[in-house]
């Protein structure tokens, strides 16, 4: 026997409270993972941007239009190497109307411009030469059960047309890397133009182009800017990073409340830790004065109590890494990757999280029992010997 | 007797406790001397500090006044971790309720004082054995308290008190729980470590057949300690 087996046999002493405590960590943990996951899935888009590429969007708000003119005037300026634009459509299939897809209307040179989506030559031949043509995601026909040759009917408030808006799949697209979206449907713009009253006509959500050299993306966004200055629309022309970043900026309070809800959840489990250890050495301070008579020290004691809470808490954080792992990696993540990937193009659990909730668990573990572990080498040896007998 | 015979020598040891403003003096003015080698029983009413007395000796507690001198070191003036020290390597501790962990085996508690001790695993549990041996207790060394009679968990605890062989063995109504059997058989041990160990005790008791046992006898009353008569048969 050993110090540390003397430790350690204080954690099997109850064994039914020892493994309630210990799930009650793992699933503060398991929790925890899972919101981290998902503000990492949510995030993640914005991280893998490209960074040879510009949106150029109206200078007051993503949701008003630019005259179609401007492309033309964008393609033109030195540094652009190449420009596309596309509309929100915002319509919903009628006979799938729980399912959200995003549709957009683009200019044909799309596929030039967002690379990492590729669609086989032939088939973005196909496409083009059919003015109701669409082009979709691989993970959308999957959901939806789309294939080349299917017909789609759309409805939407944005653009609102009696019969709707009929569409044949064309072509199928597929991703280049796991985090690009797999999720959308794309038509072509000149279709929905040529479908809108005269009034509406002529008008682009936004301008997606790519510059020569990356090191000048910033210089070639101030120069669309500039160009425009002095129009009645101005523009506002950000790096795709950027501008992802403020779309999902959208939804900033929803990430604080995860991030709070973590914080919260990490509380809870440094109060299970707490009330197991803090009631552990209540019911041993005979034990603990008995081992202070045999000639341990305050601070023996104090190790054993920290140390037990350690244990504790990275046996729970382990346990519950060891749950969230096949659940979030294996069921869920598969499950809304393949489902929800418009959301969550990637949604996997963050080695990062994993690391953070381990030393979480380990160190509000030895925060929690900082206090038991203080009363415990304060022990009053002569006290607790007498109200023994 | 010559001043290397004394193992206790107690000179005017008062111990008072200080309770809402009022104190109360348990302890006043004591002296007391032992030799090397005694087993000495100290009787008393409930409440008359014999407990607080066995604390004072074995150096649980400290002295309000007085000089506690024990094997020649006077420990009333010792700091908090050389008294931890002396208590580990000098004392050996018995309890009325025998205050084994209930998570160690009967080996194991016994050799928890050792721990404390530059004593290598091995040679640990090998002297953990062995004390088990001479407490009768050989094939109870696996079992875990609660499977232990409390006779036997007496027993344990005798062996846990000379596993690191301590000039002095401290027992607060070590029978006190036991019944009349059990009660002998562990009066008959404590016998033994003092005849054929040598080992210096002092046991507190309420129990005369129990203090019959003593070679000497001492009486705690109203703050004041009396030698009332030597023990009995072996005096
Ligand atoms: N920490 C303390 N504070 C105040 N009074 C105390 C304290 N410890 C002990 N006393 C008092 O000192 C007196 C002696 O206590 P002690 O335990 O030494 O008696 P005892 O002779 O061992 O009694 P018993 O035979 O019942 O075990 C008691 O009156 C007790 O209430
Ligand atoms: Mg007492």
């Not at chain 2, 875990?144 to 690191?164: H, K």
């Not at chain 2, 054929?196 to 300690?225: F, N, S």
Request: aromatic share 8%.
């Amino acid at each position: 026997m050993t110090l540390t087996s003397l430790a350690a046999r204080n954690l099997l002493r109850n064994k039914v409270r020892t493994s309630l405590t210990l799930l009650g960590v793992a699933v503060a943990v398991v929790t925890f993972l899972l919101l981290r996951t998902v503000v990492a899935a949510w995030t993640g888009g914005a991280e893998f941007a490209a960074k040879d590429r510009l949106v150029t969007r109206h200078k007051v708000t993503f949701v008003m239009p630019l005259p179609k003119r401007y492309i033309d005037e964008i393609r033109a300026l030195p540094g652009v190497k190449a420009a596309t634009f596309c509309n929100w459509f915002g319509g919903k299939d009628p006979k799938h109307d729980r399912e959200f897809f995003a549709q957009f209307a683009c200019d044909d040179g799309y596929f030039d411009v967002m690379t990492e989506q590729q669609v086989a030559p032939a088939d973005l031949a196909a496409y083009k030469a059919d003015r109701t043509g669409a082009v979709i995601g691989e993970s959308l026909a999957h959901v939806m059960g789309w294939k080349v040759g299917d017909e789609v009917k759309l409805e939407t408030g944005i653009y609102p047309s009696d019969s709707g808006w009929a569409f044949t799949i064309r072509a199928i697209y597929k991703a280049t890397s796991r985090n690009v979206d797999k999720s959308s449907f794309f038509f072509h713009w000149d279709y929905l133009n040529q479908g809108l009253p005269e009034g509406r006509r002529d008008a682009i959500g936004w301008v997606t182009s790519r510059v020569d050299d990356p090191a000048h993306t910033a210089e070639v966004g101030v120069a669309i800017d500039r160009a425009f200055d002095d129009k009645d629309t101005q523009t506002l022309s950000q790096d795709e990073h950027t501008f992802q970043a403020g779309f999902l900026a959208g939804f900033s309070a929803v990430l604080y409340a995860f991030d709070a809800i973590s914080i919260a959840i990490l509380l809870v489990m440094t109060l299970i830790l707490g009330n197991t250890i803090a009631m552990g050495v209540r019911e041993r301070t005979s034990e603990f004065a008995t081992m202070r008579a045999l000639g341990f020290m305050p601070q023996h004691l104090r190790w054993f109590v920290l140390g037990e809470a350690g244990v504790l808490g990275l046996l729970g954080g382990a346990l519950g890494i060891g749950i969230a792992i096949p659940l979030i990696q294996g069921l869920l993540g598969r499950f809304l990757e393949e489902n929800m990937g418009n959301i969550f193009p990637v949604f996997r659990l963050p080695f990062g999280a994993c690391v953070l909730a381990l030393s979480c668990a380990l160190g509000l573990g030895i925060l929690a029992a900082l206090l038991p572990a203080r009363s415990a080498a304060r022990v009053n040896v002569t006290d607790a010997l007498r109200k023994l007998v | 007797m010559s001043k290397e015979d004394i193992l206790i020598d107690l000179r005017g040891v008062t111990k008072t406790y200080e309770r809402g403003g009022e104190s109360l003096t348990i302890l006043e003015s004591l002296d007391l001397e032992l030799p090397r080698g005694t087993f000495a029983a100290l009787m008393g009413p409930s409440g008359s500090g014999k407990s607080t007395l066995l604390n004072l000796i074995a150096g649980l507690d400290k002295p309000t006044a007085g000089s506690i001198e024990i094997a020649g070191q006077r420990i009333d003036r010792l700091s908090e971790a050389k008294l931890a020290k002396f208590r580990s390597s000098s004392v050996g501790f018995i309890f009325q309720s025998y205050n084994l962990l209930p998570v160690l085996t009967a080996v194991e508690n016994v050799e928890l004082p050792l721990l404390l001790a530059p004593v290598a695993a091995s040679e640990r549990r090998k002297r953990a054995q062995t004390a088990l041996r001479v407490v009768g207790l050989e094939d109870r060394m696996d079992h875990y308290p609660r499977q232990l009679s409390g006779g036997q968990e007496q027993r344990v605890a005798i062996a846990r008190a000379i596993v690191n062989d301590p000039v002095l063995i401290v027992a607060d109504e070590p029978t006190g729980d036991l019944d009349r059997k059990s009660a002998d058989e562990i009066l008959k041990l404590m016998e033994t470590l003092n005849r054929e160990l040598g080992k210096t005790i002092i046991m507190v008791t309420h129990d005369p057949a129990a203090a019959a046992r003593a070679g000497v006898v001492h009486h705690l009353d109203k703050g004041r300690l009396q030698r009332k008569a030597d023990g009995g048969e072996h005096a």
